[in-house]
């Protein structure tokens, strides 16, 4: 912060680009390197990053004096990429690769990145070609996870063994430290507990990745009582971790055991304090709702919603205001996000009570969860809201549920309304290929209007 605050009260007339978007390029010239201004931005970035905060992390790269892409050094292109993974991240670190001294960290970001959005061929072949980087820049450690992942798709059976001997080292490491933790408290020396603590929590960061990698093995075979035992055997030492709390609850909610899932969902609300729009995922929200719901808690279900509805209201008010004053895009996205809580809630509620049948209460959520259509409708809440008009209009065909003609009207206005609001929103996420290039999808309306179709004839065959 001090070299950052430095060279901009020596040199303003160096600028940043987060002030003027469309500023003249710097350059990268003889008092730009002499501020090491580049440096500073990106150690703060990467600090950032590492802390999990990639708006931050993203805020200090745009901090930096303005350059063209082309004017880059391969530090802030990297940092760049990772931070705007949306925006060609695949293509610039495969770019940096081909340098004859990228970033270290190039390699073992580009391949954890790819087996994190699935690109496990892709991950696999990118090691293949370029063995000298693998020995160069993969400790065994992250090669071994790596491996582990990509090997799910050949054999479930070979990755869970290869994720249980990892788990085993990690385990083997926390034991060790957690014994230096122990002697350091008996010894009641500060700097030993604070050195111990901080090595046991580093140790226990990497050893949460492979155990959510095995762990999944087993989400996805929705063997769910599996998963349970994984974490149950990883309670010694990951009890008190968010990720752990937080997926101890899906997996009790998952088995409809409410009670206990409520356990773990209440603390990760309690502690947000008054943000839970901001501090707490949606799907969190929606779920502990739902288990209110479920366990007879309806006052408490209402409560929270009334919470999500009054700081959604606030935050709305807030947008509107900073939109006013000449808010950007990414801004105005980023207060859109925080304004879905509330209508995901009512999504999951609906999705529930329309898989147990009841689709009349379920379908009238659904539709409220949309009611602000110009603000809550998006490629994500439509996907939920139209698995649901599917099951419904597969149950009247069957003649397994038979609908008033009231509800066909209110489903019909609705489906008008997606039609009119949905004309230029896709109807799933936009597909990227790892080339840049943007595959077409069909737009909310196209399919708004084939379910219109849909429930027009099953209301005409009534």
Not at 95 to 104: D, G, Q, R, V, Y
Not at 120 to 147: G, I, M, Q, W
Not at 188 to 209: C, F, G, H, T, V
Not at 333 to 350: A, D, P
């Amino acid at each position: 912060l001090e070299i950052v605050e430095r060279g901009i009260r020596e040199h303003p007339e160096l600028g940043s680009y987060s002030e003027e978007p469309m500023a003249r390029s710097v350059g990268n010239s003889t008092v730009l390197r002499e501020t090491s201004l580049i440096e500073a931005f990106n150690l703060k970035a990467a600090i950032e990053y590492a802390t999990k905060n990639p708006e931050a992390a993203r805020e200090s790269l745009d901090d930096m004096p303005p350059r063209s892409e082309s004017e880059l050094d391969a530090f802030t292109l990297h940092n760049r990429a990772l931070v705007n993974m949306e925006d060609d991240g695949f293509q610039k670190l495969r770019f940096l690769l081909t340098l004859p001294t990228p970033p270290p960290e190039t390699f073992g970001n580009l391949l954890t990145l790819y087996v994190k959005e699935g690109y496990f061929d892709v991950a696999a072949d990118t090691l293949a070609e370029n063995p000298h980087f693998r020995s160069k820049y993969l400790s065994a450690e992250l090669f071994n996870f790596l491996d582990a992942v990509i090997m799910q798709q050949v054999s479930a059976e070979e990755a869970y063994r290869k994720f249980e001997e990892l788990a085993k080292k990690h385990v083997e490491k926390l034991r060790r430290l957690a014994k230096q933790v122990q002697d350091a408290r008996v010894a009641r020396d500060p700097n030993e507990i604070k050195q111990s603590m901080k090595l046991y929590e580093e140790a226990e960061e990497k050893y949460i990745p492979v155990l959510m990698a095995q762990a999944k093995l087993y989400w996805d075979m929705k063997n769910y009582q599996a998963v349970e035992q994984i974490f149950r055997q990883s309670m010694e030492f990951c009890s008190e971790h968010k990720s752990w709390r937080l997926n101890v609850a899906h997996v009790l909610y998952m088995q409809e055991r409410f009670k206990e899932a409520i356990r773990y969902y209440e603390p990760i609300v309690q502690q947000s304090g008054d943000s839970i729009t901001a501090q707490v995922p949606a799907i969190v929200l929606a779920n502990l709702c739902v288990s209110y719901i479920m366990t007879g808690q309806n006052e408490s279900a209402e409560e929270l919603m009334r919470k999500i509805e009054k700081e959604e209201e606030q935050l709305a008010n807030e947008a509107a205001n900073q939109q006013g004053q000449g808010q950007g895009q990414e801004q105005t996205e980023q207060q859109h996000n925080k304004l879905l809580s509330l209508c995901i809630v009512n999504l999951v509620i609906g999705t529930l009570y329309s898989s147990r049948g009841n689709y009349e209460f379920g379908i009238s959520r659904i539709m409220k969860s949309l009611e602000d259509m110009p603000h809550k409708l998006d490629p994500d809440t439509w996907f939920y809201a139209k698995l649901c008009f599917l099951a419904l209009g597969e149950s009247v065909a069957k003649h397994m549920v038979v609908l008033k003609d009231s509800t066909f009207q209110e489903i019909l206005t609705f489906l008008s309304q997606s039609d009119i609001h949905g004309r230029n929103i896709p109807a799933s996420a936009p597909v990227t290929t790892l080339d840049g290039a943007h595959v077409e999808t069909r737009t909310i309306s196209q399919e708004a209007r084939v379910l219109s179709n849909l429930f027009l004839s099953l209301r005409d065959a009534v």
